[in-house]
């Protein structure tokens, strides 16, 4: 076979169907005006109230065990906990004991961070004998939080529509909760979202919304989830609760808590998320999105995690409407797994809306009854009770007042920032044992925020147009993408008779037009670099070059009120582009043909390189890079292509770019704190070269 045939038969998987788009312009695969056939600009971008958010779990114990490992890594990145914060020594203040009819109430707050306190209320049986199961409830957004009132009007609706039998918890159901709770034998700690009640100093949704927040992946999630362990850590310390007997449950935003924290700690027993999980709208405030959280997930997956503990669930004329149908039968699917799908359970009350009330308690307490082997007389029922008054509950007094070194949003911000500094400087290894711990961390990270390594060669697909000739060069195009997702890359193969099968995949700011001069010629390097007998490959990065918007397509805008809202469902435009390099290395690699694929990355896409390098590594024989200076430090706009959450956190770009090694790595343009690169390098093993300027087409072409 002559050797443009085997070059033209190596152009990306060839054997697909070909496109006879007719060409308007050297570069362009479809002629000028045509749609971009990527499904990410076709689709609209996924968003928490879009009417059904799909998941189907794996068919095997094994396979969903491997994903569930996989999925807790993701929320934790997500959370900003990963890895987790040092567990400081609580020191709870528990104070103003209330006897009450069969039950005490107490006031609690500890610091879960050093200068962030969790406060909330305390209830104890009256008697009891032994140590007595723990239940934690976190509430949802109910006005006042831990002290709502319905007050006279929504607690006459409560009564005359058959959601409560009693005045005292028509006008404080969330109250009920805890002290039927309290009377079947539990210990329950009742606590504060941020930003309610008592927990004053951090504000509940606002605070941690900008791009600087989510760079660091400082979020009200993780500030909640934090609270939620440390809350456990509290319960589980007290003398009088049986550890291995914990209870979860809160309703709204306090579900999304309770699977959350099921989600990753191992400690709770039994769970009830109540009108939460669903499969259609996943939570509407701030403290329920982050960045990553639910791509390609959704709650009823998060939920999914606890299983085979027994967990059940309310649902109600909202969005967890169709939970019987839509989620219940995933779940059962799962702890099917374990040959325990009766011990996940789903009811629907659509008779009433949005609520915890009495139907739902009810099902709770006979849930937990069961489960916390409290040995009440079942069907257990909610009793009448005297309310609290705001006063009775509230944590701070003039003799336990707020403590001086309570944090507002900013100064919380500050220490978050420098305690994931040192986070970060203490991974910097200095042997092969520390690198191991980098790899682990860090490539965890760069896993959830960008991708799982290069896919497999079968995983992608490609379809060309006829091949034709400019300058003396053998040139095809097409479109490469992975299988059954919808992306459309395109691409150009330039590539002379005497092919080697070495391949240099060069990317740009501008796309794969940049390979070729106003005349429509390949420039002088490229020619050099085909002349000697290599292949160059140029794409377009989506929303580069031909992979833009059209008319109604999807201009993939982002929530600029809070960056998390989008990017809780949408990948990141910078990691959709890591993926398209990704995606044609894989392709590339795949033929037969091609011994080596060396990388380039110029202009703009200099930061898409050193990340497309961080998690191919040595799949690439080598990469040249101009960096240009990149800081993520310098993206502030929620719209710039550059934004990645968590980058800063995980580095920047040298710290992230340090998991190439050992690859043969030069960087142009790197600059700020290179300690981290440098030093994984060393301690790693692989050829870095910095050098200061900027990259010349030059350069390239002699490398």
Known sequence: ????????????????????????????????????????????????????????????????EAEAERIREQLLVASGLWPLPERTTLEPVVHGRIEKDGYTVEKVFFASRPGHYVTGNLYRPAAANGKSPGVLCPHGHWPNGRFHDAGDDGAKQQLDSGAEEFES????????????LARMGCVVFHYDMVGYADSQPVRHANGLNDVTAELWLQNHVGLQTWNSM??????????????????????????????????LDDRPVVAFPAVMVSTAMQGGCVCENASYLRQGINNVTIAALFAPRPMSLSGAN?????????????????????GASDLVDAHCYPQFGHNYNQVAREQMFNWFNRYLGLEQAEPVKQ????????????????????????????????????EAQASFAALVPENKEALAEYRNVIGTAVRV?????????????????????????????????RNKQ??????????????????????????????????????????????????VVGIDLLMTGEAVPGEEQNERKVEEGFPGYTFCYNRPLLAERVRDVLTVLAASLARPE?????????????????????????????????????????????NDPNLLPGALKYGDIAGLTALAAPLDLTLYGAEGDLSALSKVYEVGGGKLTLKEGALSADDVASR
């Not at 009088?240 to 959350?260: K, W």
């Open 1 to 64: 076979m002559p050797r443009f045939a085997i070059a033209v038969a190596f152009s990306l998987s060839l054997l697909a169907p070909r496109l006879n788009f007719a060409d308007e312009g050297v570069s362009r695969v479809a002629p000028a005006g045509s749609p971009s056939p990527d499904a990410r600009l076709s689709q609209p971008l996924r968003l928490l109230r879009d009417a059904y958010h799909p998941w189907a779990p794996p068919q095997n114990k094994q396979a969903w």
């Open 169 to 180: 918890g028509a006008h404080a159901p969330v109250q009920a909760r805890m002290v039927q």
């Open 230 to 263: 440390r809350a456990l850590d509290f319960l589980a310390s007290l003398p009088d609760v049986d550890p291995e007997r914990i209870g979860v449950t809160g309703s709204s935003g306090g579900g999304t808590q309770t699977f959350m924290l099921c989600a």
């Open 318 to 338: 909202d969005w967890t409407i169709d939970i019987e149908t839509k989620g219940l039968p995933e779940l059962k699917q799962v702890y099917g797994l374990y």
């Open 383 to 418: 009793t009448d009770f005297e309310p609290l008054t705001r006063e009775q509950m509230s944590v701070y007094t003039d003799e336990h007042p707020l403590p001086d070194d309570a944090l507002t949003t900013d100064k919380l911000r500050e220490v978050m920032t420098a």
């Open 449 to 481: 925020m960008l991708d799982d390594g290069v896919p497999a060669g079968n995983s992608v697909e490609s379809s060309h147009v006829e091949g034709s000739q400019v300058g003396g060069t053998n040139l095809m195009k097409g479109y490469c993408g």
């Open 486 to 535: 919808g992306d459309k890359v395109p691409f150009v193969v330039l590539v002379k008779d005497n092919f080697n099968g070495e391949l240099v995949l060069w990317i740009d700011g501008a796309g794969k037009s940049a390979l070729f001069d106003a005349d429509g010629q390949p420039k002088a390097a490229v020619r050099k670099l085909v002349d000697s007998g290599k292949g």
């Open 594 to 638: 091609i011994r080596s694929v060396r990388l380039v990355a110029t202009g703009e896409a200099g930061p898409v390189g050193a990340l497309a390098c961080a998690v191919a590594g040595t799949k690439f024989a080598s990469a040249t890079i101009d960096l240009q200076g990149f800081s993520f430090a310098d993206v502030s706009d929620a």
